[in-house]
């Protein structure tokens, strides 16, 4: 609309509706101007951090560990969450069921008190917390009740009176939740009345229950600034005591929740539902519908260490901000084991775009592709990785038996394919270089027989779900010129890594020359004549290859030392950086641990960086069953301890997605970084552990000095062989002491003399006894 022109009979009311529009636009303006909360939770705040029981993942629950930890890991303003049980004399303790079996020592404390009451109708048997007083309390234990938990920890693990908590540790918020009322009442203690008392002492900001009676006994208990009252929903199918209703039937009726709590508590599957193989379906409503009622909505059933719907990749992250950042809603509170991982994604991870800006750098390298969502070396993997934001894919090469360079995981097709299963079962041969058993190896198929074949996801965890079911045969594997291409065509990714084992093996007894296969691929698809700007890295664990490469000039080499090792000599590494520009280690040469402890950190790392060799580090999983319990079950935290604490240069994963994602993560552009994303103190887990269940010391020669006790690697012994290719050679001084002999797989390779044979470089060493400077575990 133009404002100045017009006829002059229209002028007046023109000017007049100029004067309206730019009133609103103005309006629209300071509207649009106001910073609007991000947050899409009933307040506008960010959702609250509920720490169930306290750092319940980690120490007993309901224990003053649990609760310290809880409060000094997690984010500004979290809510500690005590399950009050009655004792006895009417006392409120904190534990989270009516009977103790299951979370402390009681039975073999008081072998004898087991008892049986009705609960909600039903006989039930145990060790009910109303048969002990306060004083025979205090001399049970607190212990984790699952599995999945360590044992070990037995510091402050008495059981927690209610009050104690509170005046103690003085939380942000402090939540009571009384999940049997009714039972209290019927053997007549009064829980109305301990909360009532205990509010004057101290401040409860939230009491929640299952029973709606209960509700209407503390209404108008409690001042005006009294504690929040949430109706917490059981499963669905499970009955009300109050209004004999289904809690899903109550569910159709939020207005009248409204009417006597000001929030509800809800497991996981009533926003976001799953199928019966642990997809996600798509959310209900509620989490809207609760909001429009006016209904706070809390969710629990957090936990790092139990199964969640396959759409996250075993990424509590992910979980978390599907509940609270997903467009459509925010839930208003989290109930976790886990706290520390709940406040670092509403803190950290939410509301960062998959365009946010890189706040750390390092390389997010993939381990055979994205194989935990795909089978590895699939074009489907590869395609996730780059989706999911990796800067290097990779490929390990293996030869068909008619010379077609392909990735595959292995050298052997029966564990990353249903081979075993199709009549080219027949192949299956004995080599004793790689396996004492049979297996169908890949340069016993043609590229065409390989090609048909039906890829297979590989779970590494036995003990744990399988990873996607859903895609367990998907994709094919791809020839290498293929996996180049695909990697050509991303503008995401700064390299590609291309693997390379067994090449002695397959030059000399399968006439295969993986190398050249190689060199001929990256030339035919364009990476050796400046067509692409994707670089590309060799890696093997056989410097021998990498020396070839090396002379190319145009490859970044990588030397992957597959063994623990504990420490590295400068001379291990001078030899390393005549063939090398990067080294692979693995987890356990950065953070050793003893029963999935951390007990130190080595300085591996650092000897190399100072080198000036880039370490990057495999392998990172997203599955809890791969960390020790030091990184709290959380691929994010373990990452984070080896970027910021570490200082690698890149991380090797199957689970791409998290490493690119911790990258953007808002938390580490801050100028005091927040507890939840600190690395984590190495060894610190330790110290909450009881002399009698520490981990096993690790050997004394580890803490052995260099200086104490080195010795110089051998010369160089130059040997010459004219009639054979290769020769293993180790004309070692003196026997090798058992320890050395440990070590002496990787000691081989780096102290190590040069020996030119046939246009080859060898690296053989030797170790004397007592000369131990590069140890491995196994
Ligand atoms: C013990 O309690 C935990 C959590 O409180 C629960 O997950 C587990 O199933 C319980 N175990 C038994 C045997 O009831
Ligand atoms: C429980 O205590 C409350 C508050 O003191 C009181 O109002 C109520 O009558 C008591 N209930 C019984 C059954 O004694
Ligand atoms: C609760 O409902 C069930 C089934 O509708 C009925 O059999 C039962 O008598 C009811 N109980 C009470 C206390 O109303
Ligand atoms: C919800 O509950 C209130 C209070 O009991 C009742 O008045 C209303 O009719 C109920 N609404 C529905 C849809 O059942
Ligand atoms: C979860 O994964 C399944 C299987 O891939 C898919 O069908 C479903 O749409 C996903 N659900 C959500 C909410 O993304
Ligand atoms: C991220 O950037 C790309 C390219 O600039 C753009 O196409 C995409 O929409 C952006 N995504 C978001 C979430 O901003
Ligand atoms: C590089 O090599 C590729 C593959 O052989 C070829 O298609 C391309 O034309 C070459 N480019 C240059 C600049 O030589
Ligand atoms: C490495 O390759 C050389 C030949 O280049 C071979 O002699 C040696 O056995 C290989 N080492 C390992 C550990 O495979
Ligand atoms: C590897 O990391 C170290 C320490 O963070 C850094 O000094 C070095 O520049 C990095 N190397 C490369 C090639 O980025």
């Not at 205990?198 to 409690?222: C, L, W």
């Not at 029966?414 to 004492?436: C, N, Y």
């Not at 993560?665 to 801050?670: I, K, V």
């Amino acid at each position: 609309m133009n404002c100045r022109r017009g006829n002059p009979t229209m002028r007046a009311s023109t000017v007049l509706l100029c004067g309206v529009v730019l009133i609103q636009l103005f309006a629209a303006q300071i509207h649009s101007q106001r910073p609007k909360s991000p947050w899409q939770t009933l307040s506008g705040d960010a959702p609250l951090v509920i720490a169930r029981g306290g750092f319940s993942g980690l120490f007993p629950d309901s224990s003053i560990d649990a609760y310290t930890f809880a409060m000094r890991t997690s984010a500004a303003g979290v809510v500690l969450w005590c399950d009050v049980q009655l004792t006895k004399d009417g006392q409120g303790i904190c534990f989270p069921d009516l009977t103790m079996s299951n979370g402390s020592n009681v039975e073999s404390v008081y072998p004898k008190r087991q008892k049986i009451y009705p609960v909600n109708g039903i006989p039930t048997q145990g060790w009910f917390t109303i048969d002990f007083t306060l004083r025979d309390v205090k001399e049970i234990s607190l212990n984790p009740g699952i599995w999945t938990r360590s044992d070990m920890f037995n510091g402050n693990v008495e059981i927690s009176v209610v009050q104690k908590v509170a005046t103690m540790l003085k939380p942000d918020g402090f939540w009571l939740n009384v999940q049997h009322d009714a039972f209290y009442a019927q053997q007549n203690l009064n829980m109305s009345s301990f909360l009532i008392s205990t509010s004057r002492i101290v401040s409860i900001d939230y009491i929640s229950s299952p029973e709606m009676n209960f509700f209407r006994k503390i209404a108008g208990h409690f001042g005006h600034a009294g504690p929040s009252f949430v109706f917490q929903f059981l499963e669905k199918e499970e009955i009300e005591p109050t209004t004999n209703q289904t809690y899903g039937s109550i569910l159709r009726n939020l207005t009248f929740v409204k009417m006597f709590a000001s929030g509800i508590l809800v497991p996981k599957s009533y926003i976001l539902p799953l199928d019966d193989n642990q997809y996600l379906l798509p959310p209900t409503s509620l989490a809207q519908d609760a909001h429009k009622a006016g209904l706070k909505v809390y969710v629990l059933g957090f936990a790092n260490d139990v199964d969640i719907a396959y759409n996250y990749s075993f990424d509590p992250v992910s979980e978390y901000l599907s509940f609270i950042d997903n467009g459509d809603f925010s839930v208003d509170g989290v109930l976790s084991a886990f706290p520390i991982t709940a406040s670092a994604s509403v803190d950290c991870f939410s509301h960062i775009g998959s365009n946010a800006t890189k706040q750390v750098d390092f390389l997010v390298i993939s381990k055979n592709g994205a194989s935990a969502d795909y089978p590895g070396c699939t074009n489907l993997a590869y395609e996730k990785a780059i989706k999911d934001g990796a800067d290097v894919i990779d490929c390990s090469v293996q030869m068909s038996s008619d010379g077609k360079p392909f990735c595959s995981s292995s050298i052997d097709l029966e564990g990353t394919t249903t081979v075993a299963q199709t009549p080219l079962r027949d192949r299956s041969v004995t080599i004793p270089e790689i396996s004492s058993v049979a297996r169908i190896y890949t340069f016993s198929l043609t590229w065409s027989e390989i090609r048909n074949l039906t890829p297979e996801i590989i779970s590494p965890y036995t003990d744990y779900p399988l990873r996607n079911p859903n895609e367990k045969n998907s994709g094919k594997l791809i020839l290498l010129s293929e996996f180049l291409n695909l990697a050509k065509e991303s503008t995401s990714l700064s390299s590609v890594m291309v693997s390379i084992e067994n090449a002695m093996y397959l030059r000399e007894k399968q006439g295969l020359d993986v190398i050249k296969a190689v060199l001929d691929t990256l030339a035919e698809t364009g990476y050796r004549n400046g067509t692409t700007n994707t670089k590309v890295m060799i890696q093997s664990t056989n410097s021998s290859v990498l020396v070839d490469f090396k002379k190319q000039n145009q490859y970044q080499t990588v030397y992957k030392i597959q063994e623990t090792v504990r420490d590295i000599q400068d001379s291990g590494i001078e030899y390393i950086k005549k063939f090398a520009d990067a080294v692979v280690i693995q987890k356990q040469s950065v953070f050793p641990e003893a029963d999935r402890f951390v007990t130190r950190k080595t300085n591996v790392v650092e000897r190399l960086q100072k080198s000036r060799l880039s370490v990057y580090v495999e392998l990172f999983q997203n599955e809890f069953a791969s960390q020790p319990y030091d990184f709290f079950s959380d691929a994010t935290i373990e990452i984070n301890s080896y970027i910021t604490g570490i200082g690698i240069n890149g991380t090797i994963t199957e689970f791409p997605f998290t490493a690119a994602r911790y990258k953007r993560n808002r938390c580490l552009g801050q100028k005091q970084t927040p507890p939840y994303m600190t690395p984590v103190k190495t060894g610190g887990l330790l110290k909450n552990i009881s002399p009698t269940s520490l981990p096993p010391a690790e050997a004394p020669r580890l803490v052995i000095t260099d200086a104490d006790v080195f010795e110089p690697p051998l010369p160089p012994v130059v040997q010459k062989s004219p009639k054979s290719a290769v020769r293993t050679s180790s004309t070692c001084a003196q026997e090798p002491s058992r320890q050395t002999q440990l070590a002496l797989s990787f000691i081989l390779s780096v102290f190590a003399s040069l020996m030119r044979e046939a246009g080859y470089l060898y690296l053989i060493g030797c170790q004397q006894p007592g000369g131990v400077a590069v140890l491995s575990d196994e």
